[in-house]
């Protein structure tokens, strides 16, 4: 399956449907980057008329773990990814469109190779940062993924 926004849409319509009902979608992939975005409705809001926090956690962590999908895809390259930790920080409310980008496919890239040379699982911290329209960070997300090459 080729990387693209509307391939991950159908991904995640079929394997996480709490992010595609929530309205969780790539809006741009490439090398080095991946944008999610979110926009606050009746699915995902919380009885303060925010968005839900865990909502905000699935696009973040979307933008970073399709980051490696892109870049595993590229390098045709068979692994295993976990996410084994991961730290938020929350600034100001979230309401309206909110992106979440991640712009480490550098650091990911280095992290397959790595992975694919030594044949031990390789461990790489990637931070998405949810903006609003104004360009304000609402929130910050840092995700410790493990990527272990298969044979």
């Known amino acids: 399956m080729r990387i693209t926004p ?22 741009s992939i490439d090398e ?11 699915m995902n809001k919380n009885p303060f008329r925010s968005m839900f926090w865990a ?4 696009a973040a962590e979307l ?12 390098t045709n390259t068979k692994a295993s990814m976990l996410v084994i930790e991961n730290k938020a920080t929350f600034s100001k409310k979230a309401v309206g469109r909110i992106n979440f ?6 650091a990911v890239s280095a992290a397959i190779d790595a992975a694919k040379e030594t044949h031990t699982p390789q461990q790489i911290w990637l931070h998405a940062k949810g903006l609003d ?5 609402l929130s910050s997300f840092s995700f410790l993924w493990t990527i272990k090459v298969k044979n």
């Not at 980008?101 to 550098?106: A, F, L, N, V």
């Open 6 to 27: 509307s391939s991950i849409k159908f991904f995640t319509l079929f394997k996480l449907p709490a992010a595609y009902f929530t309205g969780v979608r790539v809006r």
């Open 101 to 106: 980008s991640c712009s480490q496919g550098e």
């Open 55 to 58: 909502v905000q956690g699935m």
């Open 133 to 137: 329209k104004v360009g304000d960070e």
């Open 63 to 74: 933008s970073t773990g399709a980051l490696i999908m892109h870049a595993l895809h590229h």
């Open 32 to 42: 080095k980057q991946c944008t999610v975005r979110v926009r606050l409705n009746f």
